[in-house]
């Protein structure tokens, strides 16, 4: 089932993670953002610009799980890419999103 429908500047879905209301953050990879989908209507209800294209993955942590953590890649940019991506490979901690992340599950192995 199709859940959400990428905008153009969105570009490309990468990493993951869901809220304590349920709802899925998404990490745009070239899209430079993270972005929140209501997987019940399949909108998306909050969009995060970051100061670098390529975000990766986002997770929630910090002691109440209210700060959000988002990784950026560098690899495969040439040099002329990377001086003007500065931010490019960064982790960002985006506080103040008024929503709080669940703890992850963990799995015997």
């Known amino acids: 089932k199709l859940l959400y429908h990428l905008e153009k500047e ?7 993670c869901i809220d304590a209301e349920g709802k899925l953050w998404v ?3 070239d899209g430079g953002r993270v972005i929140r989908i209501d997987p019940e209507t399949g909108k998306r209800i ?15 942590g910090g002691k109440d799980y209210s700060e959000m953590y988002v990784t950026s890649a560098y690899d ?3 040099e002329a890419t990377l001086a003007k ?25």
């Open 76 to 78: 495969g940019l040439d």
């Open 46 to 60: 909050q969009t995060v610009k970051l100061p670098t294209p390529r975000i990766t993955s986002c997770c929630f």
């Open 85 to 109: 991506e500065p931010h490019a490979g960064e982790i960002f901690k985006i506080t103040g999103l008024g929503v709080k992340g669940i703890p992850q599950n963990f799995f015997a192995a």
């Open 27 to 29: 990490a745009c990879i």
């Open 10 to 16: 969105e570009q490309m879905p990468d990493g993951m």
